[in-house]
């Protein structure tokens, strides 16, 4: 009997959250949340709650973490060389996700030297810390205490291709590239 009774309790709790949403913004122009939309609003939209797919589910578990508390960005400059596409190897070959920022324009150039302390390229950061010029081990040791996978789990989807980039004129002054360090 008791166990008749909690299946219907979590079958009614169930269906308890799956009552509709709506947002509705009256003529004053004021939001209002509810279970029905308002009469005579001129903007109703349903929400769908819980149906959501989450953000980068198609990622493990783990890569999903390391990106939530040590998310990573690769800095580069169009002319960057063979230094930049093997640090972009080095990241897509991990599966790991990141954004590339493409330094074009001198304002772009001097945030990332304020930011990061330094002008050579390629650069990471990964969380707050800087990875300055390619050193594949370095980039590997930090990714690893990062907690991002060793490997690929093939879970993330093929490479974007990189960032489509048009010289500034007012960009008179390039970042210095890094001499190429690969593993040695």
């Known amino acids: 009997m008791k166990m008749i009774f909690m299946m219907l309790s979590l079958l009614l709790l169930t269906n308890a959250q799956a009552a509709e949403l ?3 913004i009256d003529k004053d122009g004021k939001v209002h949340y509810s279970d029905t939309p308002l009469i005579d609003s001129e903007d109703v939209e349903r929400l769908k709650l819980g149906n959501e797919p989450v953000p980068d589910e198609n990622l ?3 890569t999903r973490r390391a990106m939530q508390n040590f998310p990573v960005t690769l800095y580069t400059f169009p002319t960057c060389g063979s230094a930049c596409q093997m640090a972009r190897d080095l990241l897509n070959k ?3 996700p990141f954004t590339e920022k493409s330094l074009v324009k001198q304002e772009d150039i001097d945030a990332f030297r304020k930011a990061s302390g330094d002008s050579q390229m390629p650069a990471a950061a990964i969380g707050k810390t800087w990875l300055i010029g390619f050193l594949a081990e370095q980039w590997n040791n930090e990714l690893d205490f990062a907690g991002y996978p060793k490997k690929n789990l093939s879970y993330r989807p093929a490479p974007a291709p990189r960032p489509e980039t048009t010289p500034d004129a007012t960009s008179t002054e390039a970042p ?5 360090q690969s593993e040695q």
């Open 60 to 62: 493990p578990y783990e």
């Open 22 to 24: 709506y947002r509705s």
């Open 176 to 180: 210095e590239a890094a001499p190429d």
């Open 94 to 96: 991990r599966g790991i």
